[in-house]
């Protein structure tokens, strides 16, 4: 939020840049570039679990000021800062704390923006030990060591800030790979049911091969056109043992339609490929619904185009978000033999280690009848 004068504020989390659909969790704010202004480094639930946000927007005037206590704590924690303007009336304040937020803890250096036609005309500083020290103009863009009852000293900065540089990555929201979800843990699936062009009742096949079950719509245009990407590679995924179910939803915002129209529109879509054809009971998507909610603490609705890859025994072995690949699903059966900790490893986003050992998930059954 960003103050609009007169007790009122705006919200400005898009146009910042910090409009994130991460889990956030904590916060740190400190100029972690030694530019003048302040950064922040962000803790999340969800991935990334940690994000650096580095401010290069700001480009007025800054002074910042580190206090160290020799009749009260060293930290100065609870020691308060007040700064004078030279042409303005209005007084800043600030006060050194520790910890600041749930789980987290700014730097202690008590940074003081200051307008570009600003100067400091002086301030003081109330201890915690009760001593007020009064201090006279310092110099903007500059920090300042304060050590109780003395002047304050110009510290210098740990690098000239032209000098600083952080490695940065634009993050991208429509990688086929983040939308991928392959299970460390293969657990068994529910059984699932369709209905046929003819009306009938079918499950999906267990014989042997991986099912690719796909959920899509005849509105919906990524999943025209990965059903039909799906057709052009059907020779590779048949090479690599993969049949696919594409499982039709319009039915479920239109459950009067008569069997005629159903079987004509599923006649239809077999020009789309090869595969079986089929429309979605409702207790179908309810059970994919409760799988995902079971392998994703956020719950989200199953969007479109959704797919989930089945082993040879019925287990959940991947479940792709949007469109996929027949060079990912056939990446995936190769190495759906791999050990749990090797497909997590697989499955990752990031480097790093674990604390844990993957563990094999406890789905409750879930009947169709």
């Not at 007025?60 to 206590?69: D, I």
């Not at 103009?137 to 740990?158: D, F, I, M, N, W």
Request: glycine share 8%; charged share 20%.
């Amino acid at each position: 939020m960003r103050s609009a004068g007169e007790n009122r504020w705006a919200n400005v989390s898009a146009l910042s840049g910090v409009d994130f659909p991460d889990d956030g969790r904590a916060i740190a704010i400190t100029d972690w570039d030694d530019d003048g202004d302040l950064d922040a480094w962000t803790v999340n639930r969800s991935g990334p679990q940690v994000r650096f946000l580095q401010n290069d927007l700001n480009k007025n005037l800054f002074v910042a000021f580190r206090l160290r206590g020799t009749r009260c704590n060293r930290d100065a924690i609870g020691a308060r800062v007040q700064l004078r303007l030279q042409n303005s009336k209005q007084t800043l304040v600030k006060t050194v704390r520790a910890g600041d937020g749930y789980l987290s803890q700014s730097s202690k250096a008590l940074h003081f923006g200051v307008p570009a036609d600003e100067q400091v005309a002086g301030g003081l500083i109330r201890w915690p030990s009760g001593r007020i020290q009064v201090f006279g103009s310092v110099q903007v863009g500059k920090k300042y060591l304060v050590v109780e009852g003395q002047a304050p000293a110009v510290l210098q900065r740990t690098q000239p800030a032209s000098q600083a540089s952080v490695k940065t990555h634009t993050q991208s929201n429509d990688s086929a790979d983040e939308r991928r979800v392959l299970i460390s843990v293969p657990f068994a699936m529910p059984q699932l049911r369709f209905q046929t062009a003819d009306g009938d009742d079918a499950q999906v096949r267990q014989n042997g091969k991986h099912q690719l079950i796909n959920l899509w719509a005849s509105w919906c245009e990524p999943c025209q056109k990965e059903l039909a990407q799906l057709a052009q590679d059907t020779a590779m995924l048949s090479a690599a043992g993969v049949e696919v179910t594409a499982v039709c939803v319009d039915r479920l915002s239109n459950e009067n339609a008569s069997s005629d129209v159903a079987r004509e529109d599923l006649t239809n879509s077999r020009s789309l490929g090869p595969f079986e054809f089929g429309y979605a009971h409702p207790k179908t998507v309810d059970i994919l619904q409760v799988v995902n909610n079971h392998v994703f603490d956020i719950h989200r609705s199953l969007p479109l185009p959704c797919s989930f890859l089945l082993g040879p025994n019925g287990d959940l072995q991947a479940i792709y978000k949007g469109p996929t690949t027949a060079a990912q699903i056939v990446s995936d059966v190769k190495n759906s033999n791999d050990d749990p900790e090797v497909r997590r490893m697989h499955g990752s986003h990031f480097t790093g280690r674990w604390s844990a050992k993957p563990r094999s998930a406890r789905l409750l059954s879930m009947g169709t009848s």
